[in-house]
């Protein structure tokens, strides 16, 4: 498409605002209005309804109601498939449509979506799909009068609570395990990403889900997501986003009914480079693109570079001119690597941070720049010689910003790789087989790499330990988040047997 040709049709484009539930657009009486802000520019998008409580009452009660008619979980597995894939080609089918909805929702660059996210989300969408009739229950050995079976339900109403940096990938690895396992689902997107999850609603519906299967409530936090945390007729609860919220939503499962949870919150990814790495072109080409792409604003953003002294300086250089290609532009502008920061509140933030950090030497960034005029962007931002105890190298910015500490050993970068809250993502480089080994299992994270950074797939499970949670996304295992074990014990005698 032409450079003009992407903002043309944000200007012509209608977006769905109210809550999707029992398979209608609805209206909630009483519901108030929030505006939703492209980053790209400042300028308001859409008025969304915020329909709190009600809104997430109606939706839960249509959840409960399909759920418990049987209308999905009672379909043959099959027939639950083929809808699931049907719902995955429309999503690929709707691929514009979802792609200038987040990029202009919280400014990501168009092309980001076109060629890696929409593919994304209707992969794990499919993935699900075709896992439905692979994984299977368990007969136990058992006395010849009877048959022992351990069965896997649905766990009857999932709410799933997401956060804006990657919202539909995300809400489909929820989703999509919940869906394909015969639950009802009630999805609540970020407030800064709501209009593609309203697209997937009417996709969903479109490929065959039945009315009430699956809902979206869009909303604030403190509203609807409160609502759901605490409802007494959720049976689960999965949530992304911050540690601080995930720690309030757990509080409120338990004082409430109880529910299942699952908690997936923020990172402070290291990455460790020993003297003995043997490319420094692709370290440096990595560490850019970790902390980088989405403008760092990702849960496994390898945040803290990690460096032994001898290779500090080569190190250093290699990493400030792969950076240098990272430069804030148009999201939608197909030629854009690096788009906008998703919101007002969430660039203050990180502004606040480099701002209020005493520790080390800013070698790059740090200002915000304007190549939209009224938008949020700020370049590629890397600081030097940091003391590992300081808050910019403990707290999650969750921006383009890139701390550097050196280490003498390989204890001592143990030591800093683990002295975080946080346990996502960890990366060793090295050209040491059996230190590439050491460290990895000794580094405190979900999700650990030897000489890569970000090599994922919907086939591995994805979550963290500490501060991050103890909640896990994808992989086959996902399948049986959604689900609780039934032992049976049938005794055939006094039945014909
Ligand atoms: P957030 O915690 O502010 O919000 C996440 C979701 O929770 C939103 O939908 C929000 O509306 C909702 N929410 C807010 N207050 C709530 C409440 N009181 N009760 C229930 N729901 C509430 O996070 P965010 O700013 O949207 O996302 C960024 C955070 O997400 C970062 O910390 C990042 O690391 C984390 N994240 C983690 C992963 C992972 O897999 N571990 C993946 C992506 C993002």
Redesign the pocket.
């Known amino acids: 498409m032409s450079a003009a040709a992407w903002p043309a049709r944000a200007e012509r484009w209608m977006p769905e605002t109210s809550a999707f539930i029992d398979g209608a657009f609805t209206a909630i009486a009483g519901a108030t209005a929030f505006e939703t802000i492209s980053p790209r520019d400042g300028a308001v998008i859409a008025r969304l309804e915020d329909g709190g409580a009600p809104a997430a009452d109606a939706a839960v009660a249509a959840a409960r109601k399909a759920f418990d008619d049987g209308r999905w979980r009672r379909l043959e597995p099959r027939a639950r498939a083929e809808i699931m894939r049907r719902f995955a080609a429309l999503v690929l089918q709707s691929r514009d449509e979802l792609a200038l909805a987040e990029s202009l929702d919280v400014g990501k660059p168009i092309t980001q979506m076109l060629t890696a996210e929409v593919d994304e989300t209707a992969e794990a969408i499919r993935w699900y799909a075709d896992a439905i009739d692979k994984v299977h229950d368990e007969v136990l050995p058992s006395p010849e009068h009877a048959l022992l079976t351990v069965t896997r339900e649905p766990m009857g109403v999932i709410a799933a609570?997401?956060?804006?940096?990657?919202s539909i990938i995300?809400a489909a690895w929820k989703f999509a395990p919940a869906l394909a396992t015969g639950n009802s689902v009630v999805l609540?997107?970020?407030?800064?990403s709501t209009l593609p999850a309203l697209i997937l609603a009417r996709l969903a519906a479109e490929a065959g889900i039945p009315d009430g299967v699956f809902n979206v409530v869009p909303g604030?936090?403190?509203t609807v997501?409160?609502a759901?945390?605490q409802h007494p007729d959720v049976d689960k609860v999965t949530?992304?986003?911050?540690?601080a919220?995930?720690r309030?939503?757990a509080v409120?499962a338990a004082s409430s009914n109880g529910k299942a949870v699952a908690i997936?919150?923020?990172?402070k990814s290291p990455q460790v480079v020993f003297e003995d790495v043997e490319d420094l072109d692709r370290l440096a080409e990595t560490v850019a693109a970790s902390i980088l792409y989405n403008a760092g604003q990702a849960?496994t953003a390898g945040s803290r570079l990690l460096v032994q002294e001898g290779v500090h300086d080569q190190v250093v250089e290699k990493v400030l001119a792969a950076a240098a290609a990272w430069v804030p532009a148009d999201p939608l502008s197909e030629a854009t690597k690096m788009g906008a920061i998703a919101s007002r509140a969430q660039l203050d933030g990180i502004l606040a941070t480099l701002t209020a950090n005493r520790s080390g030497d800013l070698l790059t960034g740090g200002e915000p720049v304007e190549p939209v005029r009224g938008g949020f962007y700020l370049p590629p931002t890397i600081v030097d010689h940091v003391d590992n105890a300081s808050p910019i190298a403990q707290q999650?910015v969750?921006g383009p910003v890139l701390t550097i500490s050196t280490f003498r050993d390989e204890a001592e970068a143990l030591h800093l790789a683990n002295d975080t809250v946080y346990g996502?993502a960890a990366s060793v480089w090295t050209g040491s087989l059996g230190r590439a080994h050491r460290m990895t299992r000794e580094m405190h994270a979900g999700i650990v790499w030897a000489n890569d950074f970000n090599a994922l797939g919907i086939d591995r499970p994805?979550?963290?330990v500490k501060g991050?949670g103890s909640g896990r996304?994808k992989g086959v295992q996902a399948l049986t988040q959604y689900t609780t074990t039934k032992t049976s014990w049938i005794d055939f005698r006094g039945a014909g047997g």
Do not use: Y
């Open positions: 609570i997401v956060p804006w940096n990657f995300i609540k997107p970020s407030e800064l604030r936090g403190a997501g409160a759901l945390a949530f992304t986003g911050s540690t919220v995930g309030r939503v409120n997936e919150a923020g990172g849960c999650e969750f996502l994805f979550g963290g991050t996304d």
